[in-house]
């Protein structure tokens, strides 16, 4: 857990620290925010915040239930700083759930706390890891995964103490409903995600392409935006596009500009830009098909999983993360899955999807609309499996023996 002097702080009641920031929006931040609300609501250990929650965009209720943790976290925090650079304050009473990113690596607040036991989560997409990167693992008394793919992986890295953990979903917000009609009458293709290569906007924006020229009535809505922005740029080394989004200076990228610039004319796609997560069932219930051609996910594809409880016929490609979505015949699964061309031994175990397949599934969805909405109900109906109170009630049950 790092080379530093430990000081001890105690805390005087059992508690499961989280490193990262609980918030609305983004992966990380939407399972943090109800890991800890959810605790909250359960007997036994309450959570102990390391980062401050991001209130914006949360309900009142929200707040007020966060409230205490924030103030309490900024007091813990003061205490950690004050030892002193290179210490390392141990909380005897704490069981810490750390964010890595991949390879293992973890953040500041992970060096700077450590607890009774130490748990990893990741949601790793490059599957390769070399011994530094065991090293850091063998050093966590657990480590969590989000997916199938990521846990079959660690285990035939030889790392023994990885169980799974899969990320939820908000039943409250996220269930079927009646169409909103914000799309009048077009036939909607919703794809979402940040965009980056991994997530394969260019394989979105190509197949959209030709579906358009035959059906006019389409319409792309994307919600493509990303914290990270410089990563879009990755798409450039794609053959469907000939280069990535443009960055504004406000630091967002020009979708529409972009798709234009690859053959969709402006009037054939939306642009959600940075849409909010209470506003996206609006645009689901208002959705005839997800697309979500991804070439790796670590997780499950979190804004995959929130369409599909909304009724929305999915079609998902067939590898890694999004194989614990796929159970019969809830999506449109894409079977063509050719590897990447890529010098990475960490993502020869991705998956590039077909073009032409796509192409014809959407036209499957377009002609055949009663199957697709059984399709659709199918989903729906799976994903009543994924309430975060039953996968936050997973996760304490792989912990159990660490408490």
Known sequence: ???????????????????WAAAGSSGWGIFGLNLALELLKRPGPQPLFFTQP???????DQIALLAPLAAEQSSLMEIVR???????????????????????????ISNQVAGRKNIGFIFFEEA???????????????????STWNLEVLREFGIGNAALAIQGIDHTRFRPGPDTG??????VVFS????????????????????HQKHPDSLLVTAWQSPWPETAAELAMSHHVETGPAMTVDRELAITEWTVSNGIPSDAV?????IKNENLPEVFRSTHAGLFPNRAEGGTNLIAMEAMACGVPCILSKNTGHLDLISGDNCYPLDTQTKVRTNSPGMDRWGESSVDEIVDTLEQVYQDRREAVRRGQRAAEFMQDFTWSKQVAHLMDTIADLL
Not at 82 to 108: C, D, P, W, Y
Not at 130 to 146: E, N
Request: no cysteine; charged share 30%; proline share 0%.
């Open 182 to 187: 914000i799309f009048g009458d077009k036939f």
């Open 1 to 19: 857990m790092g080379r530093f002097r430990k000081v001890s702080i105690d805390v005087e009641t059992q508690r499961i620290g989280l490193t």
């Open 54 to 60: 991001v209130m914006d965009g949360l309900s009142e």
């Open 192 to 211: 979402g995600g940040k965009a980056e290569i991994r997530k394969g906007q260019d394989i979105v924006v190509a197949a959209f392409r030709q579906f």
């Open 128 to 146: 390769y890891f070399d011994d530094d990167a065991l090293l850091r693992a063998s050093q966590y008394d657990r480590i969590l995964v989000g």
């Open 270 to 274: 939306i642009d959600l830009r940075w």
């Open 82 to 108: 004050s030892q002193g650079a290179g210490m390392k304050a141990t909380l005897k009473e704490v069981v810490i759930i750390h964010a890595l990113i991949n390879r293992f690596g973890a953040g500041e």
